[in-house]
């Protein structure tokens, strides 16, 4: 049973509905994960709006950063977002990109060693300009990197554009073009 499903895309690509509506295709009880911080009253009505929009069918967990604390086991999961669980590290490791992704890499592999579906969603930051600050770049690489090791142990790999996924990796293959020297 167990899978890992990773979403990628730009903010507001649909990203999240799509792993919701994914997660419900294949269970009728799935597990909805929220790694956020609740940072100001803004955003504190913007977490209320989702936790309303999803129905009774869901469990909601809360954890910023101990994914693997929680027992999933054969359930499904949608884990949302790796990038806020990210700033989680990063933030409380004094913004060091080594030891946050040391961490996260840990956090990452004790979690999925559980057997269950996890579908994790995340963004793909370094997809427009070089931002103009040290601590935003230095960012920017440790969830570049994050996203490569996710998509590496993927089992599928789905990139969303503008509302519509794209499957750029299934049953562990790449279907892009081959990999350099391998044509």
Known sequence: MKQIILITGGQRSG???YAEKKALALSRQPIYMATSR???EEFRKRVERHRSNRGPQWTNIEEDKRLGRHDV???TVVI???TLWCTNFFFDLGSD???ALEA???EFDEFTAQ???FIFVTNEIG???VAGNQLQRQFTDLQGWVNQYIASRADQVIWMVSGIPVIIKQDGRILGPPPEGKE
């Open 127 to 129: 997809s427009g300009g």
């Open 38 to 40: 609740i940072w100001d």
């Open 115 to 117: 057997d269950a579906v």
């Open 104 to 106: 996260v890499k840990k």
């Open 97 to 99: 990109v080594r030891k």
């Open 73 to 75: 086991k054969g359930r």
């Open 15 to 17: 990203k999240s509905s």
């Open 80 to 82: 949302d977002c790796v």
